[in-house]
């Protein structure tokens, strides 16, 4: 089992820069390929990136070449950096956590088992 929390949200206004943090507790981070997902009021939690324990990642087409996705095994620690940022990338950000293979990647909230509490993000015009 792993337990994650989240930091690093705020207020920033468009075209600015923000890092997430999400503190994985537990023995296993290793065994755990991580994504983050985002939840804007009145809409579904999708998806907004992903990081294989291999390191390979993924991300939904509207934050290419924006946000990079990374871990850092020493510390258990996934980062979401957020580059260039716009008023529709307001949202409560969740960090989320599945035990996987080395190289698989999920992308989808079904295929998550852990969750953080969510860190709010919001971006001014």
């Known amino acids: 089992q792993v337990q994650l929390v989240e930091s690093g949200g705020g207020l920033v206004q468009a075209g600015g820069s923000l890092r997430l943090s999400c503190a994985a507790a537990?023995?296993?981070?290793?065994?755990?390929?991580m994504g983050w997902f985002r939840q804007a009021p009145g809409k579904e939690r999708e998806f907004v990136a992903a990081?294989?324990?291999?390191?390979?990642?993924a991300y939904t087409d509207s934050v290419k070449g924006r946000f990079t996705i990374s871990r850092d095994y020493a510390k258990t620690t996934v980062y979401l950096q957020m580059n260039s940022l716009k008023p529709e990338d307001t949202a409560v950000y969740y960090c989320?956590?599945?035990?996987?293979?080395?190289?698989?990647?999920?992308?989808?909230?079904?295929?998550?088992?852990?969750w953080g509490q969510g860190t709010q993000v919001t971006v001014s015009s």
């Open positions: 990081i294989a324990r291999s390191g390979s990642t």
């Open positions: 989320a956590a599945t035990m996987s293979s080395w190289v698989e990647l999920r992308k989808t909230r079904d295929e998550y088992d852990y």
């Open positions: 537990g023995r296993t981070f290793s065994s755990y390929a």
